[in-house]
């Protein structure tokens, strides 16, 4: 099993980006899909997460209103819009699936490799 994060990038304050999580011998559908990250010296914190039949979502508080947490099942993907970017966003990006709905990266199974988010002028 394996997932894919991909989509990072530099971004200024106040653009957008994109993430996209792709799994490969895993159906994405069947699992709670979520979105944590990571800045340097800071731990791991959960952004959102999506439900795996009902579509629920969740997001973490600072980026209630800024991130939209989806999912294509027909594409096996699940994406992360995010806008209105500001500095504090800059952390490595990790989608997971697990299933619980939860932002606790403890109840997650299988991870993707990460991808940067760089947000600065």
């Known amino acids: 099993v394996q997932l894919q994060a991909s989509g990072g990038g530099l971004a200024q304050p106040g653009g957008s980006l994109r993430l996209s999580c792709v799994g490969s011998?895993?159906?994405?559908?069947?699992?709670?899909v979520g979105w944590f990250r990571q800045a340097p010296e800071k731990e791991q914190e959960g952004v959102a997460w999506?439900?795996?039949?009902?579509?629920?979502?969740y997001y973490e508080e600072s980026v209630k209103g800024r991130f939209t947490i989806s999912r294509d099942d027909a594409k096996k993907a699940v994406y992360l819009q995010m806008n209105n970017l500001k500095p504090e966003d800059t952390a490595v990006y990790y989608c997971?699936?697990?299933?619980?709905?939860?932002?606790?990266?403890?109840?997650?199974?299988?991870w993707g490799q990460g991808t940067q988010v760089t947000v600065s002028s």
């Open positions: 997971a699936s697990g299933a619980d709905e939860s932002l606790n990266p403890a109840y997650y199974w299988h």
């Open positions: 011998r895993i159906h994405l559908g069947d699992y709670v």
């Open positions: 999506v439900g795996s039949l009902n579509g629920k979502t």
